[in-house]
């Protein structure tokens, strides 16, 4: 079933991370088994943001080997890292297994994903000048307590909670998903891609490349190749609803917009609010109702129907 919803304020920045925590905690019913968010911040074009794991939450219980592991996993990346001539600025221990990373770096962001997911364990989340990627099990409380989400401030982000029914549940399964190896990119989606496996490999002969079988990240690597081919998020919105077949809602950000987009059929819900200065949007109204108690006109967006909004 599942449970996406995004904010955007148009106008200035908010606590977005507990606006966030509270939107996707009202949607717990539709997904108990993990939370994810991606959350924007105001870009440094200076600076990225790394954020990384090197284990699985359920890996902890197998014993003091795992633990040992981390240690030498996160050690590699470090080791990456000074090899490339990456400059850490700033580095926090948000789990045990998860770390976020202030870097500087002016070389190929490829090269610098590459080498560290080479690492056996190692997954990057997200990269970006404005993105934070943090995704993990339980519901949306548990984890933004877990990461210190509950006063981050920014102007936009999106979210999911999930129902395990096709894949493990774990951190590589959860959304959002990282358009990898491209900085700000993310996306939330509900519903179920049917020629995933055809676009996937026409991606991959494009030279994109995936770090999971979820049909979700589909849409963030379909994305980013058309963002990177010149078009605007609106175009790739549409061009995804002639192209991509199924049944889905998905909401996408970049550094600065959140764009949503519902297929031909319309057969996954979403509902909308949209005022001069904000932009809320989530599967259930009860989610906008989680940070907008007083009363508001909302509606459902129709089918094929497109949207872009703009910090």
Known sequence: MCGIAGVIHRNGTSNIGMEMTNMLQALKHRGPDSTGFAIYGEPDENTFIMRFKVAEQEDLSSGLKI?????ARKAEVDKVLKTLGVQVTELEEATEYAFRYEIQYSGDMKTLADHIEDIEGAEILSIGS?????????????????????????THGIGH????????????SA?????????DIAVVHNGQITNYWLMRRQLEREGQRFVSNCDSEL??????????????LEESLK??????????????TTKDQLG???????????????SDDLVVLASEEVAIRAIIPHEIDTWDPYEEEVRVWQA
């Open 161 to 172: 909670t999930r129902m395990a029914t096709e894949s493990d549940v774990d951190i590589r």
């Open 260 to 274: 949503m987009a519902k297929d031909t059929m319309a057969a996954k819900p979403m509902v909308l609010y949209v």
């Open 67 to 71: 633990h040992e592991e981390i240690i």
């Open 175 to 183: 959304h959002p998903y990282w358009a990898y190896p491209y900085s």
């Open 239 to 252: 061009k995804s609803i002639d192209e991509i077949d199924g049944v889905f809602t998905y909401l996408v």
């Open 130 to 154: 404005a993105l934070e990627l943090i995704k993990d099990l339980g519901d949306a409380t548990v984890v933004s307590e877990a990461y210190g989400l509950g006063d981050f401030t920014g």
């Open 219 to 232: 849409l963030a690597v379909y994305t980013a190749s058309n963002l990177e081919k010149g078009l605007t």
